[in-house]
């Protein structure tokens, strides 16, 4: 400093000399410090230029400037002193000029005459110096090199010279040094240099105070505040406060819920410091499903959850800062999972329909059971409901077998609905059920039944042929042509004729025919077997027995036995005189090939000699004496006898009998005379045939013809005299009874005793006697004896006596029943 300020005066110094020489060609010169006050003498201009002191006033010395209306300096006319008027500031004058040439002029008047007045105003050391800015901001990157060069502002100082400033000065700190360097023109320039580098995380400004020296004495200084703002050079990248953030989130959170916040911070500031959150690698499920705030780093739940879909989801979340650093997080979101499933049912296989004779633990369904849901709330059994002969079996995982447990009969049960009821293990349980349909399938393992153990038909005979005589039913409760039916009679015989003559089967309704006409007489019942058999493979079949009851009609007319109506000779029986009332004197004997009712026989006398004399009896055919005989009576009696059933229609049949009334046939006039009123009775007993012919008619002639088949008539002569002929035993046809009902209870066996060629022989009745019991068939049946008994009508018996014995009626079983016919006893003597 000390060198600069003597270098400073010894220019000054020439410059006076210089200003000297130059006064001295004719201007004034002077040199003056600035700023002196007012009044301070500058020179003696009257003197310098050698003026008259005493004519200063009157040739109105004064003082102008030029190119200025200020007036710098100013004369004293009585001392000639130039003197400073105002305030001479250099700076303000001339600047950061080298010389600073105050140009005044003397004017004189009278004459006039001007002077040229220079001053030079020297600079003196007044102004400090000063930076334009009070602080000096500065910005400078953290990147920023060590030994980097900032250059700084300089200080202006108004002063020139050595007054103006000389150096700088930097405050101390870690980061920065000053360089200063002197310019052209004698500028000072100064720069920070970076020594150590900066770091605006660690420290984001420096704050330093630069000190400007100038050379006057005493120096002046200023100094100005450098604010060094260390600027951010993105050297740091987002930091997150995690790298893996992990959220549990319950399947059934509602949406817009909050799923986490995600955060990340940089070290660096402004732009570089701004971060944004965006997703990276995310699937797409997970972009629908959630949502990113790229301001706060919130994760929002966007879609419902589903765990079964999806049980968890990985974010990875990228941070971005203003220039493009970034940095990564992953989100591992795993999804709760609750019971919000229910068990699926799904049928893998149904063996349908099933055949009803399958084995035991056959299976016959394979049943799969899933649940979406996870842990306890995925576990599932499964059950079925009781009673029915299937189970569940568990197989292979959420595998269940359905097998049977007990026999199947699907004429019992032909169909199931199967209900599967699947329950979970959560948290309120779920469950489903499924209900599938399983058919069973017929197998032929059922006969066909009949409805009833027997049948019994009852038909009337005389039916028509291809009538209907009864249905049979079987039911087979199996299916289709294991089920269907058809009937057929197993081949018999029926009293050697083959059923299929007798009668006939639809084979699919079940409904009997009769193929002919059905004869009571001929046979009252038969059975035969009906087959049922259905269609099954093999055939199934059961029987049953038919029993067919033939009903009696009223078909055959009573036949009288006795006295025999074949001829044109007729039955004369003597009765003694002394018979007495209630004497049998004779019987008419007689059958009905009918059975029941219809053959229930009642006897009337229709027309008598004496209506007082004789009586029959109506269930018995006997005739008895009314009265006791007289002598008034007429000795011939006639009778005609009706025999009717009991048939609705009835029938009827009339003899005639001819009774005398005598002890010996010597009394009797020739027999040939004894047809006194034949004609008049054969009319009557035309007349009677003809009237029940007329109702009877259809049935007479069907009696006729079997008749004409079945009968054969013999005739024995009888040993008898004259005119009187005794007809032959009437062999009647074989006569069935139904209920046990018959015509006679025994066999009547009469001993006539006649004298060979006279007609006074004795005709002597004896008494009746019983030999023969009733067969256990109830049937009349012709035996050898009974037709050698019919042949032999005249026995010798007695040879001394020359009486012939007579047998008359049939020796025959006739089923009976005495209760039917009180009359009648077996063992009561006629005579």
């Known amino acids: 400093m000390e060198s600069i300020c003597v270098l400073s005066v010894l220019l000054n110094l020439c410059f006076c000399m210089f200003i000297m020489a130059n006064i001295a060609i004719g201007d004034v010169s002077y040199s003056l410090l600035e700023e002196m006050k007012r009044g301070a003498v500058i020179g003696n201009i009257a003197k310098d230029l050698g003026l008259n002191l005493n004519n200063l006033a009157a040739r109105k010395a004064r003082i102008d400037a030029e190119g200025t209306r200020r007036k710098y300096c100013d004369i004293n006319v009585n001392s000639g002193e130039l003197t400073v008027s105002e305030r001479i500031d250099r700076e303000g004058l001339c600047g950061k000029k080298p010389v600073c040439i105050l140009k005044q002029e003397l004017v004189l008047e009278n004459p006039l005459e001007s002077h040229r007045i220079n001053i030079n105003v020297q600079d003196v ?41 000389q150096t700088y000065t930097l405050s101390r700190n870690e980061h920065f040094s000053l360089a200063v360097s002197s310019k052209t023109g004698g500028r000072i320039s100064c720069e920070l240099v970076l020594d150590e580098e900066l770091d605006r995380e660690l420290k984001n400004d420096v704050t330093l105070i630069l ?55 940089d070290a660096d500031e402004g732009v570089n410091g701004e971060v944004l959150y965006e997703f990276s690698h995310v699937s797409e499920n997970g972009l629908t499903t959630f949502s990113l705030n790229p301001n706060s780093g919130q994760i929002l739940l966007a879609e419902s959850l589903d765990s079964e879909d999806e049980s968890s989801f990985e974010l990875q979340i990228q941070a971005t800062d203003g220039l493009g650093l970034v940095s990564f997080a992953t989100v591992i979101i795993e999804v709760l999972d609750i019971n919000d499933n ?248 007689a059958v009905d090939a009918d059975s029941g009712q219809n053959a229930w026989l009642s006897y009337h006398i229709i027309k008598t000699t004496d209506t007082g004399l004789f009586t029959i009896g109506e269930h018995s055919g006997e005739i008895r004496m009314k009265r006791d005989a007289s002598e008034s009576d007429n000795m011939k009696q006639n009778f005609v006898v009706s025999v009717k059933d009991n048939g609705e229609p009835a029938l009827s049949a009339t003899c005639s009998l001819y009774l005398l009334i005598s002890d010996n046939l010597a009394e009797v006039p020739e027999l040939k005379d004894m047809s006194y009123d034949e004609s008049s009775s ?150």
């Open 211 to 265: 000190t400007a020296v100038d050379g006057g004495t005493p120096p002046r200084s200023g100094t100005v505040t450098i604010h060094v703002t260390v600027l951010d050079a993105n050297d740091n990248a987002p930091l997150f406060t995690k790298s893996v953030y992990k959220v549990s989130l319950p399947e059934n959170s509602p949406i817009d819920t909050l799923v986490a916040t995600v955060s990340a911070t």
């Open 342 to 589: 229910s068990p699926v049912i799904i049928i893998k296989t149904l063996y349908s329909p099933v055949p009803e004779n399958v084995a035991l633990s056959t299976e016959v369904g394979i049943i799969n059971v899933q649940d979406r849901d996870s842990g306890y709330s995925g576990q599932v059994y499964c059950s079925i409901q009781q009673n029915i002969p299937f189970k569940l079996v568990p197989s292979i995982k959420n595998y269940y077998s359905l097998v049977t447990t007990g026999e199947l009969d699907r004429e019992l049960i032909s169909e199931y609905n199967i209900t599967i009821t699947a329950t979970d293990e959560g948290s309120p349980p779920l469950s489903s059920s499924k209900t599938i349909h399983l058919s069973v399938a017929d197998v032929n393992d059922n006969p066909p039944v009949f409805k009833e153990q027997f049948y019994s038909a009852h038909v009337k005979e005389n039916n028509k042929p291809g009538s209907s005589v009864c249905t049979v039913a079987a039911k087979d409760p199996d299916w289709r042509q294991n089920g269907t039916v058809v009937y057929s009679l197993l081949p018999s015989d029926v009293n050697g004729s083959q059923v299929s003559s007798l009668l006939s089967i639809n084979g699919d309704t079940g409904v009997i025919h009769a193929v002919r006409s059905f004869d009571y007489e001929q046979f009252k019942s038969f059975k035969v077997l009906v087959l049922a058999r259905d269609n099954g493979s093999p055939p199934l079949s059961s029987n049953v027995t038919v029993s067919v009851f033939i009903s009696d009609e009223n078909d055959n007319s009573p036949q009288i036995l006795y006295p025999s109506l074949e001829g044109k000779s007729f039955m004369t029986e003597m009765v003694p005189k002394a018979a007495q009332s209630g004497s049998l004197v004779s019987k008419v004997i």
């Open 682 to 831: 054969k009319l009557t007993f035309y007349l009677i045939i003809a009237l029940v012919s007329v109702s009877t008619f259809f049935l007479t002639f069907i009696i006729i013809i079997l008749a004409v088949r079945f009968c054969h008539r013999r005739k024995p002569r009888l040993l008898f005299d004259g005119a009187v002929a005794i007809p032959s035993a009437y062999l009647p046809p074989n006569y069935a009874e139904v209920d046990g009902a018959g015509t006679l209870r025994s066999t009547y066996n009469y001993d006539a005793y006649l004298t060979t060629g006279s007609r006074t022989s004795d005709f002597k009745f004896v008494s009746t006697y019983n030999d023969v019991t009733l067969p256990a068939d109830l049937t009349l049946k012709k035996t050898p004896t009974f037709v050698a008994d019919l042949e032999a009508l005249c026995d010798v018996n007695d040879s001394k006596s020359g009486a012939v014995q007579l047998h008359f009626g049939p020796t025959a079983d006739v089923t009976g029943s005495t209760d039917r016919y009180p009359g009648v006893d077996g063992d009561e003597n006629l005579l």
């Open 125 to 165: 050391n007044d102004n400090s110096p000063v930076f334009k800015k009070e602080v000096i901001k500065l910005e400078i990157g953290e990147s920023a090199d060590k030994g980097s060069r900032f250059l700084l502002e300089e200080a202006h100082d108004a002063d020139i010279g050595t007054n103006s400033v």
